[in-house]
């Protein structure tokens, strides 16, 4: 028996992005829906379950030639898959594998699965494998990816393995209390995160625009007042680089999210800084832009299952 298929599935508070793939990691088919988040989240393990068995019949796929599920999920995830709470989902303490298991069961029929691998993780965690499988990381062999949008999110991959902690919670470089002048809260409940300084929200704030890409246009013009924010913002993304370097030493850091489609002038900015502040054999640590945009994800959820 062939175990051919692996499906890779990206949660996200708007969408959840759905992949295809061989396993040995071809596409065959993407798509998007829309994440149903009512009755705090109840849904959308039965959404998913329903894509995957449409996606059989449509793809003429036998259940038997899949081998298995994987899911990124934007949340604290522990190694077995138990996601420890999920604010932007409505989730509290769940076992993602077992919750998607149910739902598989109710739509394909009790025990058609029960040889597939389905495995959870996070977020930023599975677009990190992503990027190390098929976009800007698979010349490394340890990285981290920072994406910066909304929040910052990180995910640390070392010797070709997702690193997430005890806790489920390790890189959440986003939550680290390195920007002290900043009082106001963060989404986590504390001051001084990295994430009040260094997201597209941060930026906007600072630029005192509409939103970060309005910020980054002026600073490209040569404003004074949103070069000095650009300026800011990158030397504590730096700083934070720099502290992690310090602990993992990773080959490479690949930027991601929204405000990395300012591209060479904001990378080159937290290059700079990041060169004065690393440890001395850190320094010429590779930093670059990630190459998969909001695929990643999906990407590195089917890597989960692959391995």
């Known amino acids: 028996m062939s175990k051919d298929i692996v499906f890779g599935i990206d949660i996200g508070g708007t969408s959840i992005k759905c992949g295809v793939f061989t396993v040995d990691g071809m596409l065959v088919k993407k ?19 329903v894509y995957i068995k449409r996606t059989l019949i449509e793809e003429e796929i036998d259940t038997e030639d899949v081998a298995g599920v994987g899911l990124g ?7 077995d898959s138990v996601v420890n709470r999920c604010v932007n989902l409505g989730w509290g303490v769940i076992d993602a594998a077992q919750s998607l298991k149910s739902s598989l069961d109710n739509e394909l029929g009790s025990g058609v699965c029960d040889s597939w691998k389905i495995l959870a993780a996070n977020d930023a965690n599975v677009a990190a494998l992503g990027e190390y499988w098929h976009g800007s990381g698979r010349s490394f062999k340890s990285m981290m990816m920072v994406t910066v949008g909304t929040g910052v999110g990180g995910g640390l991959i070392l010797g070709g393995k997702i690193i997430s902690g005890f806790n489920g919670a390790a890189a959440e470089i986003g939550h680290m209390p390195i920007a002290d002048e900043f009082t106001n809260t963060c989404s986590c409940g504390k001051t001084g995160c990295l994430e009040l300084a260094a997201s597209a929200t941060g930026i906007a704030r600072l630029g005192k625009k509409e939103n970060a890409k309005l910020v980054f246009d002026a600073a490209k013009a040569g404003d004074d007042e949103a070069l000095a924010v650009i300026e800011k913002v990158s030397k504590y993304l730096a700083k ?11 080959e490479g850091f690949i930027i991601g999210g929204g405000v990395s489609a300012a591209g060479d002038f904001f990378i080159d900015k937290v290059k700079k800084y990041y060169k004065q502040m690393a440890f001395h054999a850190s320094r010429n640590t590779i930093i670059i832009r990630a190459q998969l945009g909001n695929d990643a994800g999906m990407h590195g959820a089917a890597k989960l299952v692959i391995g």
Do not use: W
């Open 31 to 49: 798509e998007e829906m829309q994440t149903r988040k009512e009755n705090s989240g109840a849904y959308i393990f039965d959404d998913i379950a």
């Open 73 to 79: 999920v934007p949340g604290a995830v522990t190694g």
């Open 240 to 250: 934070s680089l720099a502290c992690v370097s310090a602990v993992v030493d990773p």
